[in-house]
């Protein structure tokens, strides 16, 4: 419903996944929508995240692709890779898709400004020197990297600047083993950098299931990766070119670059939360209920700006069903259970629903688990493993969790997921017939029962 004593009916600050979406379905229904961008249209993920990242992933995937060849009788060794050719290709394709974010917010009719926004009032905008108001408001800001406060700090780089280096390290020390710290752990390695991963845990993945945490640090052990579990960096120092990484076991690593992959804060700081109203919470992050409403009403936050659950596909869901829900007469949530999730590890882990200790203390569940070869390997000669493994309610037979690490495991996880939130059980899963030969059969040719856990086992 047009509401005329303001400028716009909704106005969305940030045009990242969440912030277009929002914007563009509002507009489609009619809302007259304002959206300001000061950075760049498609925010992390298609700019400096996701997309990028997966480029990346596919040209480190090229160099292992063309070794494994030789086993299938292929004679030419791969050639040196040439990064420019990469990052300039790279950059085409980003512009191309930060063009076509703008294009249809356009084209959907919402109003767009290439400016900062800041709150004046709890109606009321600074929106790059221009006062505007709006009926409702949507903060989508998104999250920005952050680095640890230990000496020397300024000689690293974060994951903003790695899409951009002029050429590659070659030898590069990255500290953290969450998603970026594991995934360009797989890129600099599969691109031919001596790649230490510096991680305060015994396993990379902190959250993650124990199977899949365990097969992905002897896979990065296996392909090079230079692995310093239980380890924190204390100091880094400059040399010239060469940066000087002094860890606490005493040890101290001479590389060419040292990336702060330590997780992320919310872009909340330029916004002046407090003329609205609002506060933030842990981390920047701005306090939501269950309909995504900050603590004034009219005022809503959705994406990796709430600090929930960080994830591209959640934040687009998130905007689409705030814009249904205010402007398309279609009132709906989105649900933050069983959300699948992909690192784009070498090789990938994907993952829904839960790990097996998380089942273990919700009650009995039985585990079952496959540990193979993949064929191409057997003629690669890459000592590579995929591990498949589903956990299963012993009461209800319903799936809790399925974990897959092993090559293209987030494009099977994907159909595995609607499975999952179809409310499958172990005997659905049994009762459907493979497709062979593939490593996604062993999904419903799983028979033995690994173990059983329980509130007992749980650790
Ligand atoms: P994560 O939170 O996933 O990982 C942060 C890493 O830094 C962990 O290993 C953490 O250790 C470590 N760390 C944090 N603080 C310290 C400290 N004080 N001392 C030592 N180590 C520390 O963050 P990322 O930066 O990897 O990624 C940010 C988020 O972006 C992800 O969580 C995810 O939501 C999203 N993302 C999603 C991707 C995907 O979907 N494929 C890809 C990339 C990012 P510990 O585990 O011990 O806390």
Redesign the pocket.
Known sequence: MPEPEFDFDLFVIGGGSAGVRCARIAAGHGARVGIAESRFWGGTCVNI??VP?KLMVMAAEYGAAARDSQGFGWSSPPAMHDWPVLITAKNHEITRLNHIYQQLLEQAGAKIFAAEARFIDPHTLDVGGARITAARIVIATGGY?TR?EIPGVEHGIISDDVFYLPAMPRRIAII??????V?FAGVFAGLGAQTHLI???PLPL?GFDQDMRLGLAEAMNESGVILHPDT?PMNISRDGETRILALSDYSSLEVDLVFF????AANTQGLNLAAAGLETGENGAIPVDEHLATRTPHIFAIGDVTDRL??TPVATAEGHALADTLFGDNPRRVSLERVP????SSPPIATVGLTEAQAARRGAANVFLSRFTPLRHNLSGRVRKTLIKLIVDVDTDKILGAHMLGEDAPEIMQGIAIAITAGATKADFDHTIGIHPTAAEEFVILRTQTRVVGPQSSP
């Open positions: 995240g996701c990242k990297p640890l953290g083993s969450g998603y970026i710290g995934e991680y305060r845990q902190r924190l992959a330590t997780g992320r960080n994830l999730t992909a690192v784009f």
